[in-house]
């Protein structure tokens, strides 16, 4: 190999290793515990029936999140504080406070899913769930965004390990796999809605515009954002794959994650002794990162909308955490049916920050040269169209 082109590929790959993180760690923390229960009850209620659907998102998860990376590469700000300036604080606060509500209730589910992956492991609530909160704490708490990123990637090989494991070891002697499959059924539809709003959440922009900006990435590694939000992309598209294939079998009245004895036995029936240890550190580590993730996102995006500053975020954070976690501990409820429902609802929530996300990328005085135009800007509305009306047939199909 030539030197000069030695150099050149070491250089580039010494960049993007330094700007790796927050695309990876969104991506992953978009297959949260919410998504795993909507993955499961896909594999469980269709076997393969739905894998194309799935694989196919990577093309919408990847180019609508390389836009918010792109915007907060090129202007050095996050989404929240972009939209206050350059439309108004009433639009800013309009766009994230729905997001900060549907949050708390991410919260839910996250502490959730967390608690319910140690009952697997004979963990009462009453110590996983103050343990998941602590550790939490330790890691955020007043810390810059670069040392939050080193312990989460630890997590995300754990949790990508645990599932791609599950599914590959789980014996399917008789699996027929369907490339192509739809119908027009309520329950069909509902899932397809399911899926799409567990691949693109509200948070997800708000969290890769700030990390970008707070990483200070700089336009000239805009090629490196885009490499790593493909490889997120559809890193978290096979990880969900791995979940659905993970439940192929299951009886999908087995899959109660409100009773983890039930749920231990039926994933047990068919994947062995192991499986239950497997799917509970799955359902563990997704909820600790998206913990994490959504918390950052949400913060940063309601303290950049009303102005205050990131200096504040820490205390809206407990404000939203606290009540959440304490609900947990006091409060049952049918998770499957109140998640997966969950995710259909977070199409809704997304149009506001899409929208307004896709308006300022294509301003030329504010993105310049890396502005969204031509066949990119084509393909970042089709794929915006493309998953609000899935979100509406699912609830007309209802």
């Keep these: 190999m030539d030197v000069a082109v030695e150099k050149t590929a070491k250089f580039r790959l010494w960049n993007l290793l330094k700007v790796w993180g927050p695309a990876w760690l969104v991506m992953i923390a978009d297959v949260d515990a919410a998504s795993v229960i909507t993955a499961a009850q896909s594999g469980a209620q269709y076997g393969t029936k739905l894998i194309w659907f799935v694989m196919a998102l990577t093309v919408p998860l990847f180019l609508i999140q390389e ?27 309009l766009a994230a406070i729905p997001m900060a509500v549907v949050d708390i209730v991410s919260y839910i589910v996250e502490y959730t899913g967390a608690a319910i992956g ?9 110590i996983s769930v103050p343990i998941v909160f602590l ?3 330790l890691i955020v708490f007043r810390r810059k965004y670069e040392q939050v990123e080193k312990p989460l990637f630890v997590v995300s090989v754990i949790f990508a390990g645990a599932w791609i494991v599950a599914a590959f070891l789980t014996p399917h002697p008789h699996l027929t796999v369907t490339p192509f499959y739809f119908d027009l059924s309520p329950g069909f539809l509902f ?3 399911a899926n799409v709003g567990a691949v693109i959440m509200p948070f997800m922009l708000f969290y890769q515009a700030s990390a970008t900006a707070e990483k200070r990435t700089g336009h000239e590694n805009l090629w490196a954002i885009r490499v790593e939000t493909a490889v997120g992309a559809l890193v978290s598209e096979i990880i969900m794959v791995a979940i659905l294939v993970a439940t192929i079998g299951v009886n999908a009245h087995a899959l109660q994650f409100d009773n983890p004895r039930v749920l231990s036995l039926g994933l047990s029936s068919v994947a062995g002794s192991w499986a239950p240890y497997l799917f509970g550190i799955g359902l563990i580590t997704a909820s600790f990162i998206a913990l994490i993730v959504i918390s950052l996102g949400s913060c940063w995006g309601v303290t950049e909308a009303l102005g205050w500053g990131r200096h504040r975020w820490f205390t809206l954070y407990l404000a939203e955490s606290i009540p959440a976690a304490l609900t947990v501990l006091f409060f049952t409820y049918n998770l499957i049916n109140f998640a997966v429902g969950m995710m259909v609802f977070q199409i809704f929530v997304l149009a506001g920050p899409a929208v307004i ?25 089709l794929m915006l169209a493309l998953i609000f009306a899935t979100g509406i047939l699912s609830v007309l199909a209802h």
């Design 191 to 193: 899932l397809l809605a």
């Design 118 to 126: 140690f009952q697997i492991f004979g963990i009462s609530p009453w």
């Design 67 to 93: 836009v918010a990376g792109r915007v907060g590469a090129v202007t050095g700000k996050g989404l929240g504080e972009l939209i206050r300036e350059h439309f108004s604080k009433r639009i800013a606060v």
């Design 135 to 137: 550790f939490h704490l």
């Design 357 to 381: 996300l896709g308006l300022l990328a294509r301003r030329a005085d504010l993105m310049g040269r890396y502005r969204l135009r031509g066949v990119n800007q084509v393909l970042y509305w």
